[in-house]
């Protein structure tokens, strides 16, 4: 079976590319498992590690998602589409017209080009616990809490959930959304999220760097493991359509983490690896601190539990994870 990536190129998408590789095969249109024999990785840029050939066998295609073109040229023939491409949150606040196109045009360029394919095809989407906002919000947020987002990000993914929804219930593809918490740690620099700084105060003390917090201390975020979220997305993709019901959003499970318990918890783990840490420095931006306040603090997993899809470890696993894969100091 073929497999197609959107968003290739980026941290998740790495990571899930070498998740499917060791795995081997995934559900396919026979309804049994079928070994992947092609695996595709789609993308506007890719890192040096990518591009020197460390995802193995996949091809990588170098093309930007909003291109119709594009995208239904690299998903003949395919049988699984995980969509991850995204313009992310900070960015979508200051470029709205780039987010509506990237986020909201380029879903639109993959659902259409899954629907050719026919209603076998699987599509899998990432979404963002970023459709909750508002007046609307509860503690915590379920997949049946009302989606009121208040950040032009929140807006597309919610959209991008509905359009899955929609095509699935018309029997086009057999899509689900996979309600993603804020993933940590991600190696490498911060990037223009404004959840970044929830990787940043675990990556940089780890590295022995100070980190610059835009956030108060006690500000509460749900956050996961990225082993949990590449494990959840090819659950999700397993689950028999039948058992998904009229919703095909599943909100992933989360921590409940604020700044000052991050803080506990690099100290407690940079101890037993006998690394010195860097501090977390209060940098405070009332631009980031206002898109989080729009954001959910606590959400419920449940219903995904029930579907299969795994609970994270434990906040200190998640990091002694990050430090065995991408060895702090030296990738930070």
């Known amino acids: 079976m073929k497999v197609v990536i959107t968003g290739g190129g980026g941290f998740l998408g790495s990571q899930l590319a070498r998740k499917l590789q060791d795995r081997g095969e995934l559900t ?3 309804g049994e498992p079928e ?18 050939g460390w995802v193995g066998e996949a091809t990588l295609l170098t093309r930007n998602i909003t291109d119709r073109d594009a995208v239904f040229d690299a998903m003949v023939d395919a049988d699984t589409i995980f969509h991850l491409a995204s313009m992310v949150s900070g960015e979508c606040e200051k470029k709205f017209d780039d ?75 057999d899509g689900r959304s996979a309600r993603l918490p804020t993933v940590i740690i991600r ?11 929830a990787s940043g105060m675990f990556r940089e003390p780890l590295a022995g ?25 090819v659950e999700i993709h397993e689950i028999h359509p039948e058992n998904l019901g009229q919703d095909r959003a599943l909100g992933l499970p989360a921590h409940r983490v604020t ?24 940098a405070f931006d009332p631009e980031i601190q206002a898109i989080v306040d729009n954001w959910p603090t606590d959400v419920d997993g ?31």
Not at 187 to 197: E, M, R, T, V
Not at 302 to 329: C, M, N, T
Request: net charge negative.
């Open 28 to 30: 396919g249109p026979s």
């Open 35 to 52: 070994p992947i024999d092609e695996l595709v990785l789609f993308d506007a840029i890719f890192s040096g590690t990518i591009q020197q």
């Open 99 to 173: 987010a509506l196109n990237v986020n909201l045009q380029g879903g639109l360029h993959v659902f259409e080009s899954a629907r050719a394919r026919g209603p076998k095809t699987r599509v899998v989407f990432a979404s963002s616990i970023a459709v909750f906002g508002g007046e609307a919000m509860q503690e915590p947020n379920t997949d049946f809490t009302k989606q009121t987002p208040q950040t032009t990000y929140g807006i597309t993914k919610a959209a991008c959930e509905s359009l899955v929804n929609d095509y699935s219930r018309k029997g086009f593809f």
């Open 187 to 197: 190696p490498g620099k911060p990037n223009a999220a404004a959840s970044s700084w």
């Open 209 to 233: 760097e100070p980190c610059e917090l835009p956030v108060h201390r006690d500000q509460c975020h749900p956050m996961t493991g990225y082993r949990t979220v590449i494990d959840s997305l």
């Open 259 to 282: 700044p000052a318990e991050a803080e506990y918890v690099v100290n407690a783990v940079a101890e037993e690896r006998e690394i010195q840490p860097g501090l977390i420095v209060d």
């Open 302 to 332: 449940s219903r995904a539990v029930k579907l299969g899809l795994p609970h994270p470890p434990e906040l200190k696993e998640i990091v002694r994870q990050y430090l065995d894969d991408f060895g702090g100091a030296e990738m930070a």
